[in-house]
């Protein structure tokens, strides 16, 4: 069997944004991925269909596989003619164990090549507003390791060149050694009052920094419960933090919030004022498992006077099958188009076609007021390619009118949940601050997949959701709903959480 090829692969430092092109299609076209505890969880959602995901986590001393566990998975897997991403957090050549699972890798004979990260060593000063370098205060930074066991004999780590020999040191891992660290420096001759950053958890919601000086910035980390994974910046550049400090002052920083389908433009917004988006699509659209529903009324698609999407999937998948049963546009001619929402009639246009209606309100409720207002019901018949599973609200009072439908199956709307643990785990430490549903099948599809009470894990979390419908299918489970905008887009709810946002932090 031909031999794999390992790439050993630098996810960044958490920011998800900080994540290089070239890694980003390496996780896409990977068969297995083994991955590190410190990578943003959110990368993996880029995992193409079917690979394998291999958890080799190392945090605060405690290991589920230790190193040469994860360099024989290594071997093995390319041995069995795999392409694996090896994601580390950061750079995997700086402290990052990456040169010890090259070497291995070559003493079998095993291709690799090595993506490079952003390393936290720089990324993470930089989200707290302190510059490593700087023409007036620093022209030179080292990096070490700041969890050489502080016991042992013969340290490779020079303290006197540190404290005399450079202008901005960055310490990694080195929480639980900071006593020991800044003790040094100053044995060594770095004065007392250097001022001293310690920084958790940086670039993601969670980031907290803490300032002093050299003498008493492990008692001021230890007295705000520091604890892994944090970086010690040293240097007078630490001073610059007052001017310089643009993560931790925007809006929205510190809120993750949940989104239950795949991301999209509309959620930039958040972003955009600090949010951190943790997508997690609780379902997928996939074909039905028969078209003849479909095919039977493409076959008389003429005789319809209107055809109604409901979704840019239901345009999709109906136009697609269209073509396939060896029909085009120019069968439509004639029949009004009616489209459910902006990004459906968005859909609608992008295949040449005009849409001749579009209810003020985007549910079923609202196509009824559309038609009754018209020229009515009665007699008029309509087409409606819609989910497997859809409310009946409209066919029920198009048929009690006097109308004619057919709702063929067009897609399904799947159950899909990966990686549910992460998830829960999330919410059970309160990192998610806003949960938001897109329908009431991206809510029903998370209730059947966790372990635990979902109303209980969403205690405390601030719900969104983009209509009525979806509203009462969450509050029939005692959940309460905090936003809901008067249009039932993805636009308008998060326009509406920014403003519920920025109005409680006031």
Request: glycine share 8%; charged share 25%; hydrophobic share 40%.
């Amino acid at each position: 069997m031909k031999k794999g090829k390992v790439y050993l692969t630098g996810a960044g430092p958490g920011d998800i944004g900080l994540l290089t092109v070239k890694a980003l299609k390496c996780l896409k076209n990977a068969d297995v991925i083994v991955y590190d505890f410190h990578i943003n969880a959110q990368i993996l959602n880029y995992a193409k269909e079917g690979a394998e995901l291999v958890y080799a986590g190392k945090r605060g001393g405690h290991h589920d596989m230790n190193q040469d566990a994860i360099n024989a998975v290594l071997v093995q897997l390319a041995l069995a003619g795999k392409s694996v991403c090896r994601l580390k957090g950061g750079d995997p050549f700086v402290f990052g164990r990456g040169g010890e699972e090259a070497e291995v890798l070559a003493s079998h004979g095993i291709e690799f090549e090595i993506i490079p990260g952003v390393s936290s060593a720089i990324s993470v000063p930089a989200y707290a507003g302190i510059p490593i370098t700087h023409r007036k205060h620093s022209s030179s930074f080292a990096v070490i390791t700041g969890n050489e066991d502080e016991t042992k004999t013969g340290s490779r780590i020079n303290w006197q060149a540190l404290a005399g020999g450079f202008d901005t040191l960055v310490f990694l891992m080195g929480v639980k050694n900071l006593s020991f660290i800044t003790q040094k420096l100053i044995e060594h001759g770095k004065s007392a009052d250097t001022p001293a950053a310690v920084i958790r958890w940086g670039t993601r919601p969670e980031q907290t920094t803490i300032t002093g000086v050299l003498q008493n910035i492990a008692s001021l980390s230890q007295a705000e419960h520091i604890r892994p994974p944090a970086i010690m910046v040293v240097g007078s550049t630490v001073l610059l933090r007052d001017t310089l400090n643009w993560f931790e002052i925007r809006p929205l920083f510190g809120e993750r919030i949940l989104i239950t389908r795949p991301y999209s433009a509309e959620y930039e917004p958040l972003e955009s004022l600090g949010a951190e988006i943790f997508e997690f699509p609780t379902i997928k659209i996939v074909p039905p498992k028969s078209f003849d529903e479909l095919d039977a009324a493409i076959d008389n698609v003429e005789s319809y006077d209107w055809l109604i999407f409901t979704s840019a999937s239901g345009i999709d998948y109906f136009i697609k099958r269209l073509l396939e049963k060896s029909h085009d546009i120019r069968d439509l001619k004639g029949i009004g188009i009616c489209a459910i929402g902006i990004k459906t009639k968005e859909a609608v246009e992008k295949y040449g076609m005009r849409v001749d209606e579009m209810p003020d309100e985007f549910n079923a409720e609202g196509l009824i007021k559309l038609f009754e207002s018209k020229n009515g019901i009665e007699g008029k018949r309509f087409l409606l390619p819609r989910a497997e599973k859809a409310r009946e609200v409209f066919p029920e009072r198009v048929r009690a009118l006097g109308g004619y439908i057919d709702t063929p199956v067009t897609y399904w709307a799947i159950n899909q949940i990966p990686h549910i643990k992460r998830l829960e785990r999330f919410l059970r430490e309160r990192r998610i601050t806003t949960a938001t549903f897109t329908s009431a099948a991206t809510f029903t599809n998370l209730l059947d997949s966790v372990s635990s009470s979902l109303t209980e894990l969403l205690s405390g979390v601030t719900i969104a959701v983009i209509g009525p419908v979806t509203k009462k299918a969450i509050e029939k489970h005692g959940l309460k709903v905090d936003i809901m905008p008067e249009r039932a887009t993805i636009a308008d709810m998060v326009s509406a959480i920014i403003e519920n946002k920025l109005t409680t932090a006031q």
